[in-house]
């Protein structure tokens, strides 16, 4: 069965850092792309990053460029975002998504997201 499960939201101070984590299981994840996107309230869904499973292609959106960095530990199948600087406004459900298609890909679209976690909630407060 694949899993992708979210962990390590919490409520934090703006100007704090979190680092969330994205445990994927029951596929192979070689020739996937894990990607992070959060939900706002109110707001659609956006994309934050997305890294290659087997390294050599990592893009980041426009909402965490310079703040937030993807990693991953594939020993340990576990894709990470490290979030710095929190804002209010970073405040939203996070979720990591897998997909096939390139990073380029991912990023323009979600709806090359096969498998989706259930997400961890951050709420950052002024």
């Known amino acids: 069965q694949v899993q992708l499960v979210e962990s390590g939201g919490a409520e934090v101070q703006a100007g704090g850092s979190l680092r969330l984590s994205c445990k994927l299981s029951?596929?192979?994840?070689?020739?996937?792309?894990i990607a992070w996107f959060r939900q706002a309230p109110g707001k659609d869904r956006e994309a934050l990053s997305c890294?290659?499973?087997?390294?050599?292609?990592?893009q980041y959106g426009n909402s965490g460029k310079g703040r937030f960095l993807t990693s991953s530990d594939m020993a340990d199948k576990t894709v990470f975002l490290q979030m710095t600087n929190l804002k209010h406004d970073d405040t939203a459900v996070y979720s990591c998504?897998?997909?096939?298609?390139?990073?380029?890909?991912?990023?323009?679209?979600?709806?090359?997201?096969?498998?989706w976690g259930r997400g961890t909630q951050v709420t950052v407060s002024s």
């Open positions: 998504g897998a997909s096939p298609s390139k990073c380029s890909v991912v990023m323009a679209t979600e709806r090359s997201i096969f498998y």
């Open positions: 890294v290659a499973s087997t390294g050599g292609d990592e």
């Open positions: 029951g596929f192979h994840y070689d020739d996937w792309n």
